[in-house]
């Protein structure tokens, strides 16, 4: 038993309500002592959970360094913010630290914010990988690329890709080919002939639109299409491989080569093992009734998803070893994960998104826990209380999980602008000025 675990609650499902059960086991297990964080940063949890409550410190707290565990930096703008972040792994990294001991926190993880992070840390070599559990496989550019060569590369499907959908699969899978030459390049090569798309050879291109191109992307866009057209020459007068089987063909011959764009992509492979999966339990489910009324599987698969009738949404995946690569995640992801790392980078200090909750009125997870008391109205004094428990369950949760030492990057103004100086950003400054 963890007595300051319990980081989510929902429903009726919490903390309280799971310790009532110590009641009727045969045996307890306390687990009191921290193996995995420094002393100094036990330290610096001692100090740092009464002041989030702005409660007095119990005595005998032990000394704290705060140089020895944290790390503080302020930014007025977000981009200088990432750049630092980036510029500090790359440090840690140098000297010997490995990409997999380190992790990215922020209250959400969302997409510009995870883009920022891995462009910044890939022109620095640094390898990355992300993990949010909201984001389904049908969410991802990954998805977006496989599905789209998949309706190519079966014209007979009668699916015809848009434009851009076309152009970012080929900027996606063709590793070097930016936004514009991969919108030429779509423009001249895509066409559609009685709701069949095809795909025209790169030799047809006049030589001075080739030369924008560059020889070598059309070499890639080349072979790319010579794959596709190989596929479904083969497929149009035999047995078509089940849709699971041409995707795991689609990303080992082609996308995962050197000179495309799958070769060095942590989260690309493992979304495409994702997405296999999926449609193999798809194929497993509704196989036999597709076949029995002559509808392809991966047809079917690709409009019901299209249609967001299926999300392809997929879990499982943090259940799998993690790969020697910078994780990012939403900060309880990393906790409900419960994989402890030596270095921690907390982003956005002074957002109110450490410890607010999501909006739910009709699935309140406090009015509908067994705990709470018929007809007792919740207040803004509950809402603030919940809050600080929150954040204190949270902050001791990560110091926890964390061998080394914590980064705390702030950020004076937010991606919109405001100015921001949330509670955990209060609470560490309290920390900071009873230690100077």
Same mark, same amino acid.
Not at 387 to 412: D, F, N, P, W
């Given at each position: ?237 035999? =047995?078509? @491989?089940?849709?699971?089987?041409? +995707?795991? &063909? /689609?990303?080992?011959?082609? $996308?995962?080569?050197? #000179? ?122 509950? =809402?603030? @209380?919940?809050?600080?428990?929150? +954040?204190? &369950? /949270?902050?001791?949760?990560? $110091?926890?999980?964390? #061998? ?33």
């Amino acid at each position: 038993m963890d007595h300051e675990a319990g980081y989510r609650q929902f429903l009726g499902a919490d903390p309280a309500s799971a310790a009532r059960l110590q009641s009727l086991c045969g045996e307890v297990v306390e687990f009191s002592e921290v193996l995995v964080s420094s002393n100094a940063l036990q330290a610096l949890n001692a100090h740092l959970s009464p002041a989030i409550k702005r409660e007095l410190p119990p005595p005998g707290l032990p000394g704290l360094d705060v140089s020895e565990a944290l790390t503080i930096k302020i930014h007025q703008y977000y981009p200088e913010m990432l750049t630092w972040v980036a510029d500090e792994i790359q440090s840690l990294v140098g000297d010997g630290t490995p990409p997999g001991e380190i992790v990215i926190l922020a209250p959400f993880l969302s997409d510009a914010l995870r883009f920022s992070l891995r462009e910044l840390l890939t022109a620095r070599g640094i390898p990355s990988r992300s993990h949010r559990p909201s984001r389904a496989l049908r969410e991802e550019p990954t998805t977006h690329t496989l599905l789209t060569l998949a309706a190519l590369a079966h014209p007979h499907w009668k699916i015809s890709p848009s434009q851009f959908d076309v152009t970012y699969a080929l900027l996606q899978a063709i590793e070097g080919l930016d936004l514009i030459r991969a919108r030429l390049l779509t423009k001249i090569v895509y066409r559609t002939s009685k709701a069949q798309p095809a795909l025209s050879d790169f030799d047809d291109i006049k030589p001075e639109t080739q030369e924008r191109i560059t020889y070598t992307l059309g070499n890639r866009y080349q072979q790319l299409k010579d794959w596709l057209d190989a596929y479904a020459a083969a497929h149009a007068v035999e =047995e078509p @491989a089940p849709f699971d089987h041409f +995707l795991g &063909r /689609l990303f080992g011959e082609i $996308l995962s080569q050197p #000179g495309f764009g799958f070769h060095t992509g942590h989260d690309r492979g493992a979304i495409t093992a994702n997405l296999i999966e999926s449609v193999q339990k798809f194929r497993w489910a509704v196989g036999e009734t597709l076949a029995a009324a002559d509808v392809p599987l991966g047809k079917e698969y690709l409009l019901m998803v299209q249609d967001g009738v299926i999300a392809a949404q997929y879990i499982k995946r943090w259940a799998a070893p993690p790969d020697d690569a910078v994780f990012m995640a939403p900060a309880y992801t990393f906790l409900m994960n419960n994989h402890p790392m030596k270095y921690q980078f907390w982003l956005n200090a002074g957002s109110r998104g450490w410890y607010e909750r999501i909006y739910q009125p009709l699935t309140h997870p406090y009015i509908l826990s067994r705990n709470w008391e018929f007809g007792q109205v919740w207040t803004d004094a509950d =809402e603030t @209380a919940v809050s600080l428990e929150r +954040l204190q &369950r /949270l902050v001791s949760g990560l $110091l926890r999980r964390c #061998g080394e030492k914590v980064y705390i990057a702030i950020s004076t103004l937010n991606e919109q602008g405001y100015e921001q100086k949330g509670l955990l950003l209060q609470a560490v400054n309290r920390v900071l000025q009873k230690t100077k």
